[in-house]
T-cell receptor, first 112, second 113 residues
Framework: QKEVEQNSGPLSVPEGAIASLNCTYS??????FFWYRQYSGKSPELIMS????GDKEDGRFTAQLNKASQYVSLLIRDSQPSDSATYLC????????????FGGGTRVLVKP | DADVTQTPRNRITKTGKRIMLECSQTKGHDRMYWYRQDPGLGLRLIYYSFDVKDINKGEISDGYSVSRQAQAKFSLSLESAIPNQTALYFC????????????FGPGTRLTVL
């Protein structure tokens, strides 16, 4: 089992709809969780970080964390064509020495 | 000015050549990382450094070496480049005080012929 798993996609959503991305992780001791957005050929940029169970909202983005079920999700409301990118989930895996471990990413396509 | 810079941004080299990729940061962070990214494989950690005297191997360190010349500089070397080292390389930094958030440089696209 990979330490951080994401569906590779592509996740195709119509413009204006909600895109829902999921990420599962293996280490129950993980404390820090991140979502990065990466456009093709560009560097990852941080969208959200979340540390506690529940929801965290920032503009059109909402991160949801459920430590008991070991998943973290990202919702993108009112999806725009500019949201078309790969979204990387990253988890601080304590068993890996407090480094971030990245999932393979989910590619999102927002169609006008 | 960018907080994390990488040079060169693009490099084409031949098999067997030694090359160095450089990373500099003005964020004042103690921790620095080198990743490579291949299509469909996500980001994989090559080396990381939690301070100038602390350097550690990541999951794919074979064929690579690093040097932490100063808090702000972290270089990655390919001693004898091979074609399967063709990839996009990213440097990242984070602050030890600890939200673990990593900030990435713009990347270096390396092609080994």
């Amino acid at each position: 089992q990979k330490e951080v798993e994401q569906n590779s996609g592509p996740l195709s959503v119509p413009e204006g709809a909600i895109a829902s991305l999921n990420c599962t992780y293996s280490d129950r001791g993980s404390q820090s969780f991140f979502w990065y957005r990466q456009y093709s050929g560009k560097s990852p940029e941080l969208i959200m970080s979340i540390y506690s169970n529940g929801d965290k909202e920032d503009g059109r983005f909402t991160a949801q964390l459920n430590k008991a079920s070991q998943y973290v999700s990202l919702l993108i409301r009112d999806s725009q064509p500019s949201d078309s990118a790969t979204y990387l989930c990253a988890v601080n895996i304590k068993a890996a020495g407090n480094k971030l471990t990245f999932g393979g990413g989910t590619r999102v396509l927002v169609k006008p | 000015d960018a907080d994390v810079t990488q040079t060169p941004r693009n490099r084409i080299t031949k098999t067997g050549k030694r090359i160095m990729l450089e990373c500099s940061q003005t964020k004042g962070h103690d921790r620095m990382y080198w990743y490579r990214q291949d299509p469909g494989l996500g980001l994989r950690l090559i080396y990381y450094s939690f301070d100038v005297k602390d350097i550690n191997k990541g999951e794919i360190s074979d064929g690579y070496s690093v040097s932490r010349q100063a808090q702000a500089k972290f270089s990655l070397s390919l001693e004898s480049a091979i074609p399967n080292q063709t990839a996009l390389y990213f440097c990242a930094t984070s602050d030890r005080t600890g939200t673990d958030t990593q900030y990435f440089g713009p990347g270096t696209r390396l092609t080994v012929l």
